[in-house]
């Protein structure tokens, strides 16, 4: 009788267990943004427009050189990712309303999967916007002094404050009861401080008391951070912090960005895990 072998098995790779229904739900996600094509358009529309035409019509009225077409246009950016955000959870209110959150309420996953899931569209989206917004602007001839380690420090601060500015749209978005109301809500929200934290003159030129206030803006840091990694620029640091040190004063505001997301991510997912049990 011929004996018998046996082969070894070889272990089935693992799936994480959130990995897999994260996964599914960002592709859900994906196709309900797409039959709305105004969530991708209409946040591009505006920092655009400051971009190409407002940033050069200023510098010209101004008598200013190609640097402030530079400043604005990344100061652009800093409205975009805001204003992408807030009308990025435009279809967490539709899902709620009209769609099948109830029912991905009841399934076997974890509610906080919803919100992270729709936080990561949300960050692969920001990500198209900005590289368009860039491109428009080396289009027209707006000029970046990047390096590697500049690339990093704008990535990491665009990253961050996409993350903090969807949590609270999430959170916005929790505590409305329509679109009427969420979209009264874009404003104050996502384009006033853009006006308040040095994104078309230095936080110095207006009143003391409100370059005190800005310096409390997680936008005023952000927008410090992706001037000095897309232009080199040390101003909007030494504006904030006042030190001599220009990695320290990056590495302060970056951690400012970074408690901003994480505070606001974590009371985004509290709070709309407490607003689906009611």
Same mark, same amino acid.
Do not use: C, K
């Given at each position: 009788?011929?004996?018998?072998?046996?082969?070894?098995?070889?272990?089935?790779?693992?799936?994480?267990?959130?990995?897999?229904?994260?996964?599914?739900?960002?592709?859900? *996600?994906?196709? #309900? =943004? @797409?039959?709305?094509? !105004?969530? $991708? &358009?209409?946040?591009?529309?505006?920092?655009?427009?400051?971009? /190409?035409?407002?940033?050069?019509?200023?510098?010209?009225?101004?008598?200013?050189?190609?640097?402030?077409?530079?400043?604005?246009?990344?100061?652009?950016?800093?409205?975009?990712?805001?204003?992408?955000?807030?009308?990025?959870?435009?279809?967490?209110?539709?899902?709620?309303?009209?769609?099948?959150? *109830?029912?991905? #309420? =009841? @399934?076997?996953?974890? !509610?906080? $999967? &919803?919100?992270?899931?729709?936080?990561?569209?949300?960050?692969? /989206?920001?990500?198209?916007?900005?590289?368009?917004?860039?491109?428009?602007?080396?289009?027209?001839?707006?000029?970046?002094?990047?390096?590697?380690?500049?690339?990093?420090?704008?990535?990491?601060?665009?990253?961050?404050?996409?993350?903090?500015?969807?949590?609270?749209?999430?959170?916005?978005?929790? *505590?409305?009861?329509?679109?009427?109301?969420?979209?009264?809500?874009?404003?104050?929200?996502?384009?006033?401080?853009?006006?308040?934290?040095?994104?078309?003159?230095?936080?110095?030129?207006?009143?003391?008391?409100?370059?005190?206030?800005?310096?409390?803006?997680?936008?005023?840091?952000?927008?410090?951070?992706?001037?000095?990694?897309?232009?080199?620029?040390?101003?909007?640091?030494?504006?904030?912090?006042?030190?001599?040190?220009?990695?320290?004063?990056?590495?302060?505001?970056?951690?400012?960005?970074?408690?901003?997301?994480?505070?606001?991510?974590?009371?985004?997912?509290?709070?709309?895990?407490?607003?689906?049990?009611?």
């Amino acid at each position: 009788m011929p004996a018998m072998t046996f082969e070894p098995r070889l272990p089935r790779p693992v799936t994480p267990p959130l990995l897999a229904p994260l996964a599914t739900l960002a592709r859900r *996600r994906v196709q #309900l =943004t @797409a039959r709305r094509p !105004r969530e $991708l &358009l209409v946040p591009l529309t505006m920092p655009i427009l400051f971009a /190409l035409v407002i940033a050069p019509a200023l510098a010209r009225a101004l008598h200013a050189d190609a640097r402030y077409e530079s400043f604005v246009a990344v100061g652009s950016i800093g409205l975009l990712i805001p204003v992408n955000a807030m009308f990025s959870a435009i279809s967490v209110i539709v899902d709620r309303e009209h769609g099948a959150q *109830r029912e991905l #309420l =009841t @399934a076997p996953i974890a !509610r906080s $999967l &919803l919100p992270l899931s729709n936080l990561a569209v949300a960050l692969m /989206l920001g990500a198209l916007q900005i590289g368009a917004v860039l491109l428009a602007a080396l289009t027209r001839g707006i000029h970046f002094d990047t390096s590697g380690r500049g690339i990093v420090w704008f990535v990491a601060t665009a990253f961050l404050l996409t993350t903090g500015m969807y949590g609270l749209a999430e959170i916005v978005a929790a *505590r409305v009861h329509g679109q009427e109301e969420y979209v009264a809500r874009i404003p104050p929200v996502a384009i006033v401080p853009w006006f308040l934290a040095g994104s078309l003159f230095p936080i110095t030129a207006m009143p003391g008391f409100l370059t005190w206030i800005t310096r409390f803006l997680p936008l005023t840091h952000a927008l410090a951070l992706m001037r000095y990694g897309l232009l080199g620029d040390r101003t909007g640091l030494r504006n904030i912090w006042q030190l001599g040190n220009t990695t320290g004063m990056a590495a302060l505001s970056l951690a400012v960005v970074a408690l901003f997301a994480v505070l606001v991510t974590t009371a985004s997912i509290r709070v709309f895990t407490h607003s689906a049990l009611r």
